[in-house]
């Protein structure tokens, strides 16, 4: 019996046929999941524990972030193998899986000692078991049920993740304030699970029925396969530009609490900074997934990189720490990543096509989780070597412009009439 692409028997399966309401089901999952994921309970709140770990442990900042940044590295090596599962077998066992394996690694984070080879050993191990809580697999079961809205389901969807980052460094500074950072990750540990298990029970009832319309789909089987993708430049192009772009956001993100204490801002301050980047995001998110359904994806995509660049230049200048102005300049960070999101499970399907996408996004993604240990470790670095961030957020903003002039290359769509079922590469 063959398999599609969410592990359920083919015959009779026409993703373009989905209820409403399973399709409300899938992106509500997706939303859900994406806000109480690793990218937003771990990465999104590290920040808030980069210097309370620090300085428990006597280590310095780029040593600690190239220690718990680990948990990424650990993602980059293990997207692509989810990809390749949900590939075959769909996405919610693996979202399952992943779901118990944060709430759990989340809880062990805080039992850690001071020790920097078991830290960094169980950080990697944090990462590889949980990248089923991440985008390439919430994202899965989306890009086969819309077409000429996919961008809008997209956005919608992944403004769980910028919700999530808005949210989560300031319930996080309250916890650990309260109760200390230890406390305050057994917190996240339970968040995640609750919040984990509704969003995979929704993208499990989100599945269409077995037995409806006629036989497969013909929108699950065009594109490149994997091998034909390895051989096109256009993936490491994308897969450049993600990875520079994320060394720039998540580098910043990771630092944001810090640099700003630094500078003389209070903690409780410095979060909501934190949190308008996130507010940033989740705008970011919905408003480039419907204007990628309307307009030139790669165009949109500049547009994200260069509002990054002015927020970054707003904190380099150092022009002033208040808030009314530093809030709006972590906005537009905040858009930059948020389009960067969406753009990258976009231009997969539209560049790759359908046929692999699980296991095609699997690799962009993984550089993306490459970025997130480059950005931040290279920050630390930078701010130890030199006594400060400034020549870090200048980096960061080159990052960003070079990410940029490599999504121009991509040139014009390869797949676009995938929902008449008759799409073909264009050259």
Not at 67 to 76: F, Q
Not at 89 to 118: E, M
Request: proline fraction near 3%; charged fraction near 10%; glycine fraction near 14%.
């Amino acid at each position: 019996m063959e398999f599609d692409t969410l592990g359920l028997p083919s015959e009779g399966r026409l993703w373009l046929d989905t209820s409403l309401a399973k399709k409300v089901m899938l992106v509500a999952g997706a939303f859900i999941g994406l806000s109480s994921g690793f990218a937003v309970l771990y990465f999104g709140t590290l920040s808030i524990f980069l210097k309370p770990i620090a300085n428990e442990f006597g280590w310095g900042r780029g040593e600690t972030s190239y220690i718990v940044s680990g948990a990424l590295l650990g993602s980059a090596l293990g997207v692509p193998i989810i990809g390749i599962i949900i590939d075959r077998f769909g996405p919610v066992r693996p979202i399952l899986a992943s779901v118990l394996g944060l709430a759990a690694a989340l809880y062990v984070f805080s039992l850690f000692p001071n020790n920097r080879p078991l830290f960094a050993t169980l950080s990697f191990l944090f990462g590889a078991t949980t990248v089923g809580t991440g985008a390439g697999a919430y994202l899965a079961g989306l890009q086969h049920a819309f077409d000429r809205r996919l961008g809008l389901a997209l956005g919608v969807a992944m403004a769980g993740l910028g919700l999530g980052s808005m949210l989560a460094p300031s319930i996080a500074q309250l916890w650990v304030e309260h109760s200390g950072w230890r406390s305050a990750y057994r917190s996240l540990a339970l968040l995640a699970l609750c919040a984990g298990l509704l969003a995979t029970l929704l993208i499990a009832l989100g599945q269409p029925e077995r037995g409806r319309g006629v036989t497969g789909s013909a929108n699950v089987r065009v594109g490149l396969g994997v091998g034909e993708a390895v051989g096109d430049w256009r993936l490491w192009a994308l897969s450049l530009a993600i990875f520079l772009g994320t060394c720039a956001g998540l580098g910043t993100v990771v630092h944001m609490v810090p640099l700003l204490t630094d500078r003389g801002m209070s903690s409780t301050d410095a979060a909501q900074i934190l949190g308008a980047l996130g507010f940033g995001l989740a705008i970011g998110r919905v408003c480039s997934g419907f204007l990628m359904d309307i307009l030139f994806a790669p165009l949109i995509g500049v547009a994200g990189f260069v509002s990054g660049i002015i927020g970054l230049l707003v904190f380099a200048s150092q022009i002033s720490n208040a808030f009314i102005v530093l809030a709006p300049a972590a906005v537009l960070i905040g858009l930059s990543m948020g389009v960067e999101g969406d753009f990258a499970a976009f231009a997969v399907r539209r560049y790759f096509g359908s046929r692999s996408f699980g296991s095609i996004y699997g690799i962009v993604y993984a550089f993306f989780c490459l970025g997130g240990v480059i950005g931040p470790t290279v920050y630390g670095v930078m701010f130890d070597a030199l006594g400060g961030y400034r020549f870090g957020l200048i980096a960061a903003m080159v990052a960003f412009l070079s990410a940029a002039i490599l999504i121009l290359l991509l040139g014009h769509y390869r797949f676009t009439s995938e929902a008449m079922g008759n799409a073909k590469p264009e050259t």
